[in-house]
């Protein structure tokens, strides 16, 4: 596609559309500031927009992109910006539109159990939000306290609870979305069941900012469930581990978590946290399993099922958090994961699924291949999903080992990971630094297709360009 | 679009591919067999096909489709023919290509809790495969023991559980197509997770074969609940008992079942299949409550909520089926109410879907019309969900009156749908019979977005021609 340059003259057009105040620039903000709008959790990727614009509202969206639409101009949609695949980085510069200040929560119905969003509430404020009237949002990444909830949509986000609720797109009724034209439509409707037409929502979701940006929400909810029991079990071999989800699972159980995490991965977290853990030299990996519900006494009964399965297995001493301070803590080590091995180093994050059972496998296959090309990985994730995050350390590695070395060896991993049923996507998305790997999940009829839909939603492609394919 | 018709030389050609034996034509067959193949449970309908051909394999699919794609011939997909929107009739008339033969469970993996079939699997079959390995596939439509997983698929069908457990489309990770061209693609992995480009299952899913013909399946599968308790509650006001419906969500349980049906819903059914059921004069409707789980002791102790809900209302007194036969006996009405109603009257079955408190708002709405235009319907179903299917009897109705005079009151019932925050069709899909009415619930731009994905799937338009748009 050929871009046009944003002159002075639009400039002052996305002013009249948001206000001057809100169309920012690296000469009118901090450096710091404006850098930032440039990043996201993506290794240290920074691509710096021409301008970052803030609209308050879905006609603004609507405005902005129009505009962008006959100028030929690349928007970037942007949400907190703790994407880990590059997908809100504006790599053809252009407007990036941040949806930061579409935050209002519109409605909670409590009658029918249904929210009607903003894209840039924050996921843990709307979590928190529908829990005060009793009502359960259920999908949590890790950045839950800082993602927004349009970030969580554009790659179908899952978290720890994904594995017996599912993901985002398990929860989304309705979308109202600025097409790439500037046209404003909402892709169903409010209900449980639609059997009317294409499934644009589903089309939508996951879609990574590159076919609209979605202005509103209708979400379905859950009564929130009042009761969890928490289980941090330790292993002495780790793919033991990992053979222990499927087994629980068979007994009739589903887990509302059931997260792998290997012997470095809790260490580095624990010791980021600054949570004494105390690791047994033999312990290997653990799975952090909870059971969520209504009633207490059957949640402690299927506990009972937990221990049981457990036996089969070379574990250690189980701790059962019993107190809200130590399930807080348990979750809190889980989800910092992340977090530590940034502050480690530089790192890669694969975003690895398979079928559940295929587990034990794949993460033998990862430090076969790590072991074979030379570098450490540090690996945890969603195991009753068989979604494992792969963290390829940087460390001591060069810059050439670093960008082109690792290519072949992470091109492996995902092969193994089709070869086992499964792809190299679970819930961060394909965007900018998986792109030139989707050849090994995807055939080209299949792109094809893809580039056919863009085309119709995006004849300009203007939208988010550069990202999945 | 323009067709070719279907000569000899082709006929021949679709012989070499799947035998002679499976190229059907009314010359070839007896006259009632090969009629049966151009009717599906849409009012009294009847479209015959050129020819009929019945593939064993996704390879003969794709040469059938292939041949019709360069030849311009219609290609109209058909699972067992118990649509009632009229997908399956090939109303242009070429090649119906019957799924019949692709019939095979391929796979059960009860390591992953996962299953590959193919589409002309009968629900009912699939079901009662998976339970003997302890595991459930929770779609359920009332004709589960007639009807195709294929069909079920181009509608995202439902049925009671779905209020629970979702529809169809919750349960796919991963089709088989064969694209408009001939060409076969996978759509996702066997993952439960996948954030890896555009979500084409979900395109497929309720895309009414219009954009390729489904293969085969991998599903994904739950542990089999142990125990139900079914509870019929006589209400004496129909408003009542679709105003119970949103209070038992409230007081969090939520239902594997909870069915509306008004009083002739059910007492034509009962008569139809001779099952003696007491019904009180001054009982306006009942509802069907159904609660699922591994644990009985805990179902009772939900029942006892569901009762302290229902004492708010003026109830009859509840049927509690504690026997399996009672309970078959109490679904078995349920589900063939429709059967009830073909056997008593032609009747246009409309599908209307809400969110779930409007319901009572719908309901006075559809009689309130009905008593406008003059005529009588028959209301029941999965009121859990909001959707209502709303029988309109011909009785004594003209054809002029059925034919023509039905659409302002059709077209008035769907616009109330809409201004509740629903849509025309819940889970029997827009085929030929709502085609007229889709303007009612989406907007030109979004049937351009539509017509757009049709156009990049299927260019030459002969993928079930004349349906949806």
């Known amino acids: 596609m050929e871009y046009q340059v944003l002159t002075p003259a639009l400039v002052a057009e996305l002013e009249t559309i948001v206000g001057p105040q809100h169309v920012l620039t690296a000469q009118r903000v901090e450096a710091d500031v404006y850098a930032d709008y440039g990043r996201d959790h993506t290794e240290d990727f920074h691509f710096a927009p021409d301008v970052v614009v803030r609209p308050a509202n879905a006609e603004e969206v609507s405005a902005i992109v129009r505009l962008c639409y006959e100028h030929r101009i690349p928007v970037t949609p942007r949400g907190a910006g703790t994407g880990l695949s590059g997908g809100a980085l504006p790599i053809h510069h252009g407007v990036l539109l941040s949806t930061e200040r579409l935050n209002r929560i519109l409605a909670i119905d409590e009658r029918n159990l249904q929210a009607t969003v903003e894209p840039g509430v924050v996921n843990e404020v709307f979590q928190n939000a529908v829990k005060e009237v009793g009502l359960f949002y259920p999908p949590d990444p890790a950045s839950k306290g800082s993602c927004f909830l349009g970030g ?114 809790i260490a580095w977290s624990s010791d980021y946290l600054k949570i004494p853990l105390t690791l047994p030299e033999d312990i290997l990996a653990h799975l952090l399993i909870e059971l969520d519900g209504q009633d207490l006494e059957q949640l402690y009964k299927e506990a009972e099922q937990v221990y049981a399965v457990l036996e089969h297995y070379d574990v250690g001493e189980i701790l059962l958090a019993d107190n809200a301070t130590q399930k807080d803590e348990l979750w809190k080590i889980r989800r910092n994961i992340g977090n530590s091995v940034r502050y480690n180093s530089v790192y890669k994050e694969e975003d690895t699924v398979v079928p559940r059972a295929e587990l034990p496998t794949l993460l033998k296959g990862v430090k076969a291949i790590g072991a074979r090309y030379g570098f450490k990985s540090v690996c945890y994730g969603h195991a009753g999903d068989g979604n494992l995050h792969v963290n390829i350390i940087r460390g001591e590695l060069t810059d050439e080992q670093w960008n082109v070395g690792l290519r072949q060896p992470i091109s492996e991993i995902f092969e193994l990971c089709v070869k086992l049923g499964g792809t190299i996507s679970g819930e961060h998305g394909i965007g900018l630094v998986q792109k030139g790997y989707i050849g090994i999940a995807l055939k080209e009829t299949n792109l094809q297709l893809m580039r056919g839909i863009k085309q119709v939603f995006d004849p300009h492609g203007i939208m988010n360009p550069g990202k999945i394919f």
């Open 152 to 265: 969580n949509l554009a790659h179908s986000s899952g978290g720890p609870k994904a594995v017996k609720y599912g993901t985002t797109r398990d929860y989304v009724l309705n979308l109202q979305v600025v097409l790439p034209t500037g046209d404003i439509i909402w892709t169903a409707a409010n209900t449980l069941k639609n059997s009317t037409g294409y499934n644009l929502t589903q089309l939508m979701i996951g879609s990574e900012g590159t076919l609209g940006i979605i202005t509103k929400v209708v979400f379905r909810l859950l009564p929130y469930p009042q009761h969890t029991i928490l289980m941090l079990v330790p292993f002495r071999q780790e793919e033991q581990a990992a053979e222990a989800v499927s087994a629980v699972f068979r007994a009739g159980i589903i887990p509302s978590g059931m997260e792998f995490m290997e012997r470095e991965a």
